[in-house]
């Protein structure tokens, strides 16, 4: 026993002096980083006031006459494909969005109607019926409005969707709990 453990110190002993040399001789291949070379800008963070972002182009369709972009991935929240003029601020008691997007209307003037995990309260689990949940009122929390602009970075990512109809709806509450098993 007391042998085994000689051989197990020796072994620790001898890995650990590998590893400081290796790190040692890592050093010596890597330069330091300076602010201005981390991530894609490529001005210093404290210089706010002379950045300029790049915003693109948004819609200036009217509802119902844009071209919507699909959903990056499944359940993902669908952008807003429409001019916002007059439409803003969205706050709990002045929300445009619910005159076209709840769901009795949706349908009939062709907007995307909210689905069913917006009337559904996560929290206690409490089906809310035709009630928004409260939480829900800030749309532009998930949904931004669609703009064209050049990727700053290539973007490779490309979603999958389960079904034809995930493409351009959501069943998040159906797959909420997918694959959880309760006790």
């Known amino acids: 026993m007391m042998n085994t453990m000689k051989m197990t110190a ?3 002993a001898a890995l650990l002096v590998l590893w400081s040399g290796a790190a040692v001789a890592d050093e010596k291949h890597h330069k330091e980083v300076d602010e201005e070379e981390l991530g894609i800008r490529k001005e210093s963070v404290f210089e706010e006031g002379e950045v300029e972002p790049e915003h ?3 819609s200036h369709s009217e509802p ?3 071209q919507k972009l699909g959903r990056a991935f499944e359940n993902s929240p669908p952008l807003i494909p429409h001019d916002l003029t007059g439409m803003l601020p969205i706050a ?3 929300n445009s ?4 997007h709840m769901p009795a209307g949706a349908v009939s003037i062709g907007a995307t109607p909210m689905p069913k ?3 559904f309260d996560i929290e206690t689990g409490k089906d809310l019926g035709d009630k928004l949940d409260g939480k829900r009122y800030f749309c532009m929390e ?3 409005p669609q703009v064209d602009i050049p990727e700053a970075i290539k973007n490779e990512f490309k979603g999958e969707f389960r079904t034809k109809k995930s493409r351009t709806r959501s069943d998040l509450i159906d ?3 997918e694959g959880v098993k309760a006790e």
């Open 10 to 12: 020796a072994a620790l």
């Open 56 to 58: 693109g182009e948004y």
């Open 64 to 66: 119902g006459k844009s």
């Open 92 to 94: 709990e008691t002045n």
């Open 97 to 100: 969005c619910l005159n076209c």
């Open 117 to 119: 995990s917006h009337f």
């Open 142 to 144: 998930c949904h931004v």
């Open 175 to 177: 797959k909420l709990n």
